[in-house]
């Protein structure tokens, strides 16, 4: 309702502006020929047709049809009248075109309703036809209207509320009206300045008013109104025009070129806590456990002990530990391992396949059999379940793209259990974690962050010249993101130190040359190994899983390792579903909330001497922790990773 505000205040001004013009003028007593004024009338709108795709998101599972309601028009309004007989009438208006549809019921025996709330900013010229005899009066003529909301509210029994926008919504329309009223004189024939009140009533066929682009949504509107309109009984001699509108030029984007500086170009031991996923991923049309997850026979699971996982000592990437990978693939091993130590414990499997539950349940009953047959596990404490979708599921009600990967995804076995030896100590339904340590090599704070803003919106590309001060250039790029990374071991090559000057090159989207200029000092640290803390959580797809699940895991187990003078490192990822915008968006947002949980809970200690470095790659492959292959790879990469240097 803000834009609507916005337009409406326009209006005022404009009309405002109008009236005092037309008023700047001299003559005799003779009847007005322009009266200008305001109206205000009830819409009353029928709908017809067909609505079930509300937007891309959500598709009513049982299609509306009717729909009724009342909504408000108000306009300003000005007409032109050289004779009693016609005249021309000019409404400028906003136009209310909401209503509810009939409650319908869906097949789950849950009641949906709807409310649209469709307003326009509308203009309507009119050809008027009086008579000399009363004030009665015609007019008929077209419609152009301007959509400035297009909301809906969306109800059904066992679901949450949605209150969101119509997809496909048109943003013009062009349509027509006929109608009726009759002036009222307010003042008498001898009085100079005239006032006319004047009852009508309209009507808009559903002719050029289908709203939407799909479906066949269309409204009828009877319209219920009275005016009030104002006139000067002078001829017109001169008149005074209205001050022109400022024009104002829009100021180019000034770019900034912004240089961070490595805080270390030492490699890292990495104490990492790595929370487990608690789903196998099955492969299409296949109830076998895949040969990628780790079986073990009878005789190994019995040495099996998960402290085995939390050895490992490898090189990493800047972003997380491959090994990491080889963990997760262990899940079975790991869970029959809890199982044997907790004996009170029980699980829950559910097999979710698009095949149906049978196919679902038969996945289920293989994960089953492995930890019985192999682990030992009491078939009593394991129960099995099938079902069409896993909960959540991977999907985007409406969506049209990367069906197989969202497929792939949903075609899984979840492990639930309320045991915390085995669940929930991480929150977000992660399994509780695994711990080991990693010498990392390459960290993320070891590289120069270059960030261009506005880049991806603004510039074709961007490059980058690195120029020491013997006068030796690098050239990097070409670059598409805001924001990039370049390790600093890489610029210093076999130099200890150095003092560079980036340069930075790029063209805008319509052609022109931008270049922008900073300094950087890199030291190396080969010599040093910094000891740090690595954490991560992990979020369902899209926002179904939301930082609030893990606050309790940030503020009891994360914060309290953040000492006073401490840096922190929070980068936020996706995975390659998706637009890339969107996907930059959220990991940004994921990352900016985990900061603020962390810093609520430092300041409730009292701890404020902690430098954060937050930032989101959405799903740069450039930085990702993993590839976007296997359906656990992108669960992987949802993800917001926390690195804590002492």
């Given amino acids: 309702m803000l834009k609507t505000y916005i337009s409406l205040q326009k209006l005022t001004i404009a009309f405002m502006v109008l009236i005092f013009a037309c008023s700047n003028v001299q003559g005799q007593n003779t009847p007005p020929t322009w009266w200008v004024g305001v109206s205000g009338a009830a819409n009353v709108n029928f709908y017809d047709g067909t609505t079930q795709t509300l937007n891309n998101t959500l598709i009513a599972?049982?299609?509306?049809?009717?729909?009724?309601?009342?909504?408000?028009?108000?306009?300003?309004?000005?007409?032109y009248r050289p004779t009693p007989i016609w005249g021309l009438m000019l409404n400028l208006a906003y136009d209310g075109r909401g209503a509810k549809f009939d409650d319908v019921v869906a097949p789950c025996n849950c009641p949906v309703t709807l409310h649209s709330d469709l307003n326009y900013i509308s203009i309507e010229p009119s050809l008027r036809l009086g008579f000399k005899s009363n004030n009665l009066y015609f007019f008929a003529g077209p419609r152009v209207a301007y959509n400035i909301n297009k909301d809906f509210k969306y109800t059904q029994l066992k679901q949450p509320n949605t209150v969101a926008d119509f997809s496909d919504t048109k943003q013009y329309q062009f349509s027509g009206q006929v109608g009726m009223g009759y002036d009222i004189m307010m003042s008498k024939p001898s009085n100079l300045h005239q006032v006319s009140l004047s009852p009508f009533i309209s009507y808009q066929p559903y002719f050029g008013q289908q709203p939407r682009s799909i479906e066949s949504m269309t409204i009828q509107t009877v319209r219920?109104?009275?005016?009030?309109?104002?006139?000067?009984?002078?001829?017109?001699?001169?008149?005074?025009?209205?001050?022109?509108p400022m024009v104002?030029?829009?100021?180019?984007?000034?770019?900034?070129?912004?240089?961070?500086?490595?805080?270390?170009?030492?490699?890292?031991?990495?104490?990492?806590?790595?929370p487990l996923l608690n789903a196998v991923f099955f492969d299409a049309a296949s109830t076998s456990i895949p040969s990628r997850y780790i079986l073990l026979t009878n005789s190994e699971a019995t040495a099996f002990n998960e402290m085995q996982l939390?050895?490992?000592?490898?090189?990493?990437?800047?972003?997380?530990?491959?090994?990491?990978?080889?963990?997760?693939?262990?899940?079975?091993?790991?869970?029959?391992?809890?199982?044997?130590?907790?004996?009170?414990?029980?699980?829950?499997?559910?097999?979710?396949?698009?095949?149906?539950?049978?196919?679902?349940?038969?996945m289920a009953s293989s994960v089953k059999d492995?930890?019985?047959?192999?682990?030992?596990?009491?078939?009593?404490?394991?129960?099995?379940?099938?079902?069409?979708?896993?909960?959540?599921?991977?999907?985007?009600?409406?969506?049209?793209?990367?069906?197989?990967?969202?497929?792939?995804?949903?075609?899984?076995?979840?492990?639930?259990?309320?045991?915390?030896?085995?669940?929930?100590?991480?929150?977000?339904?992660?399994?509780?974690?695994?711990?080991?340590?990693?010498?990392?090599?390459?960290?993320?704070?070891?590289?120069?962050?270059?960030?261009?803003d506005s880049a991806?919106?603004?510039?074709?590309?961007?490059?980058?010249?690195?120029?020491?001060?013997?006068?030796?250039?690098?050239?990097?790029?070409?670059?598409?993101?805001?924001?990039v990374s370049i390790p600093g071991n890489t610029i210093l090559g076999n130099s200890p130190t150095g003092d560079y000057t980036v340069t930075m090159t790029g063209e805008t989207t319509n052609g022109l040359a931008v270049k922008k200029e900073n300094t950087v000092h890199l030291t190396r640290q080969d010599e040093t190994v910094l000891k740090g803390l690595k954490y991560s959580?992990?979020?369902?797809?899209?926002?179904?899983?939301?930082?609030?699940?893990?606050?309790?895991?940030?503020?009891?187990?994360?914060?309290?390792?953040?000492?006073?003078?401490?840096?922190?490192?929070?980068?936020?990822?996706?995975?390659?579903?998706?637009?890339?915008?969107?996907?930059?968006?959220?990991?940004?947002?994921?990352?900016?909330?985990?900061q603020k949980v962390i810093e609520a809970a430092?300041?409730?200690?009292?701890?404020?001497?902690?430098?954060?470095?937050?930032?989101?790659?959405?799903?740069?492959?450039?930085?990702?922790?993993?590839?976007?292959?296997?359906?656990?790879?992108?669960?992987?990469?949802?993800?917001?990773?926390?690195?804590?240097?002492?």
């Fill in 456 to 483: 991806k919106q603004l510039l074709k590309s961007w490059s980058v010249d690195v120029t020491s001060t013997s006068g030796t250039t690098q050239h990097y790029g070409p670059y598409y993101a805001d924001m």
């Fill in 61 to 79: 599972p049982t299609a509306l049809h009717k729909a009724f309601g009342v909504r408000p028009y108000a306009s300003f309004l000005i007409e």
């Fill in 537 to 594: 959580i992990m979020f369902s797809f899209d926002k179904a899983t939301t930082i609030a699940s893990y606050k309790k895991f940030l503020t009891d187990k994360v914060a309290p390792l953040i000492t006073d003078g401490a840096n922190v490192l929070i980068h936020g990822h996706t995975d390659v579903i998706g637009e890339p915008v969107y996907n930059q968006k959220l990991s940004e947002s994921r990352a900016q909330e985990t």
């Fill in 248 to 274: 104002v030029t829009p100021r180019a984007h000034e770019f900034n070129l912004a240089v961070r500086a490595p805080k270390t170009a030492a490699a890292r031991e990495v104490s990492e806590t790595l």
């Fill in 310 to 362: 939390q050895q490992p000592k490898s090189t990493n990437t800047p972003g997380r530990s491959a090994g990491q990978l080889n963990v997760y693939h262990n899940i079975l091993n790991v869970v029959g391992d809890r199982m044997r130590l907790n004996p009170g414990a029980v699980i829950v499997l559910n097999g979710a396949s698009a095949a149906g539950p049978a196919d679902g349940k038969a």
């Fill in 370 to 452: 492995y930890l019985v047959n192999v682990f030992g596990i009491d078939g009593s404490r394991i129960a099995v379940q099938g079902s069409f979708k896993p909960h959540p599921p991977s999907e985007k009600i409406g969506g049209t793209k990367d069906l197989d990967l969202l497929s792939a995804e949903n075609r899984r076995v979840d492990i639930e259990s309320k045991s915390t030896a085995l669940l929930a100590e991480v929150g977000g339904g992660m399994m509780k974690p695994v711990q080991y340590t990693n010498s990392q090599a390459d960290p993320l704070d070891s590289h120069v962050v270059l960030t261009v």
């Fill in 602 to 646: 430092l300041a409730a200690k009292g701890i404020s001497n902690v430098k954060f470095d937050t930032s989101g790659f959405g799903a740069d492959t450039g930085h990702s922790p993993f590839d976007n292959s296997l359906p656990e790879e992108r669960f992987y990469n949802r993800t917001v990773i926390i690195d804590i240097i002492k």
């Fill in 224 to 244: 219920i109104g009275m005016a009030l309109k104002f006139g000067k009984a002078h001829q017109a001699v001169v008149r005074e025009a209205a001050p022109l």
